[in-house]
């Protein structure tokens, strides 16, 4: 007997079953994601498993010993893997105390269970002590239930049934996926271009979005008297076809925005987030540099992180604080939500003041946007320690600060530009947050060092040049005249975007540095 357990493991879906999905499709009028669809097909499975089980053992009776049987019954034999067979004749059997009992000689439905030369035998009306004698083991299988239900198959990670209907529907010309769920192309609503027009027209008096497809529904008066949810599936479909509309909800939400009020920076990777990936030669990296990296903890760095159980924290650097970003890093990209679109909308609370912001996570290119004005308004300075943590609703982030009145301290500071050459003084600043005081840095003319930073890309000044102009100027202001590697990386990304693994592989290739131990380095004499 096979049960559940068993089957769904050798399970591979058919012909057939996918027109069970088919017809089931048909039948619901209700587009249904690949999980539900494969529930509703274990289920069919468990029933068809059931029917053949009752089919086989219809008019059979479990092997007792204890039992009374007579020719022509047909019994179940447990220790025999179920196998049935029917009893041919009954004789006297006599034992060594004399007690007695008889003798029923069987011949079995299948070949292998028989013996070549006599029929099997087996003892009935035996009253002796006898372990096949309990009632409570070996039921009868028309009276078993099998407790692994399809909801204990689904969720048995060695089992791929949703997978296997997932990928056998992709196939399926003749069904239609969006947002996860599943839907008979021809049955689906009709949706016209004034249907489109007046879901843009919703969504432009709403500042783009984001909107629910119910929501845009309701406010173009539906779609005539179908269930809801094809409606849904039939609206999302087109829009979905639509240049005019991005969706932009995480995984398992659909939510709209009119494409053209995207952010500027959320169409388009703001140039100075922009890594041009350089060669280098990880081997150089010694392990006290490889453990900065981590610590550092870029967006662009080769690293993983075991998913964290609580906050999240990071620094942040000069890119993301220039624009009001944040990275999706080896940990941060456990706080953000996952999807298959290019842009996700989400909201991030100001723990300290509940104040609400809608932000953009752009997982393809590591950024996260639309904090600016936090920034702003908490005096966040560059080295800003940043805390993220997650809420019972995955599109709500929550977000904090090592914060304190905002009081007025001395950092370094950007105050002018000579060719590709930044200059450094010390200078007050209003500082409204704890930070790192080796990522710490200021600009005066932001302007100016946005125009360098550019022409740098665009002429793709070396790095070992950019290094060494850094190291001349921030030398200056040191009585040792070395450089942490930290502010080198700080302060380089000012410039040029840039991950810690090619400056550090550079300081050791380039026999321009020296190292003078501690991360510390300098100019070759």
């Not at 969720?155 to 239609?176: G, H, S, Y």
């Not at 080896?330 to 912001?357: G, H, L, W």
Request: aromatic content about 8%; some cysteine.
């Amino acid at each position: 007997m096979l049960s559940a357990q068993h089957w769904a493991h050798s399970f591979s879906i058919s012909a057939a079953d996918i027109d069970y999905i088919t017809n089931l499709l048909l039948e619901k009028e209700t587009p249904l994601s690949s999980k539900e669809l494969a529930i509703a097909l274990i289920n069919s499975q468990i029933e068809e498993k059931r029917a053949e089980v009752n089919a086989r053992y219809e008019g059979t009776q479990v092997y007792r010993p204890a039992n009374t049987y007579a020719v022509g019954d047909r019994l179940i034999f447990s220790s025999m893997d179920y196998a049935t067979a029917t009893i041919s004749s009954i004789r006297d059997g006599v034992d060594r105390d004399n007690t007695g009992f008889k003798v029923a000689a069987v011949e079995f439905d299948k070949a292998k269970h028989n013996l070549s030369d006599r029929q099997r035998e087996f003892a009935i009306e035996f009253t002796g002590e006898h372990p096949l004698n309990n009632d409570d083991i070996d039921l009868h299988p028309a009276n078993t239930d099998d407790q692994y239900t399809a909801e204990d198959i689904i969720n048995d990670r060695q089992i791929t049934i949703v997978q296997q209907v997932d990928k056998a529907l992709t196939k399926n010309r003749d069904l239609v996926r969006i947002a996860g769920t599943w839907f008979v192309r021809d049955l689906m609503i009709e949706v016209d271009i004034g249907h489109l027009h007046l879901a843009e027209a919703v969504l432009d008096m709403n500042e783009g979005g984001p909107l629910t497809t119910e929501q845009i529904l309701a406010e173009i008066g539906g779609l005539g008297d179908a269930p809801l949810s094809l409606q849904i599936f039939s609206l999302n479909y087109h829009m979905n076809e639509d240049k005019r509309f991005d969706e932009v909800g995480p995984s398992g939400e659909v939510l709209w925005f009119l494409h053209r009020l995207l952010p500027r920076m959320v169409q388009q990777v703001p140039a100075i987030l922009q890594y041009n990936p350089i060669e280098y030669d990880r081997n150089l990296l010694q392990e006290e540099m490889l453990q900065l990296e981590y610590e550092l903890d870029d967006e662009y760095s080769p690293i993983k992180s075991p998913q964290p159980e609580d906050e999240v924290s990071l620094t942040l650097i000069y890119p993301h604080r220039r624009i009001g970003t944040l990275p999706i890093n080896s940990e941060t990209q456990y706080i953000f939500p996952e999807a298959k679109t290019p842009r996700i909308a989400i909201t991030i609370i100001d723990v300290i003041d509940k104040e609400e912001y809608p932000c953009w996570v752009v997982h393809e290119h590591k950024y996260v946007y639309g904090l600016a004005s936090l920034y702003q308004k908490h005096h966040l300075p560059v080295g800003a320690y940043v805390h993220l943590n997650n809420t019972n609703d995955p599109s709500i982030i929550e977000i904090e600060f090592d914060s304190y009145r905002p009081r007025t301290e001395w950092i370094p500071l950007v105050n002018g530009i000579d060719g590709d050459q930044l200059h450094f003084e010390t200078a007050k600043r209003a500082i409204g947050a704890d930070y790192d005081d080796m990522v710490i840095v200021g600009v005066n003319n932001l302007q100016d060092v946005d125009k360098l930073g550019n022409d740098i890309q665009n002429r793709q000044v070396p790095l070992a040049k950019l290094l060494r102009n850094l190291i001349t100027e921030l030398s200056k202001h040191n009585p040792q005249k070395t450089v942490h590697a930290k502010v080198l990386y700080s302060t380089l990304n000012i410039l040029r975007r840039c991950p810690p693994g090619p400056i550090f592989a550079t300081l050791i290739a380039n026999p321009d540095f020296e190292n003078v131990g501690g991360h510390y380095w300098k100019l070759s004499d």
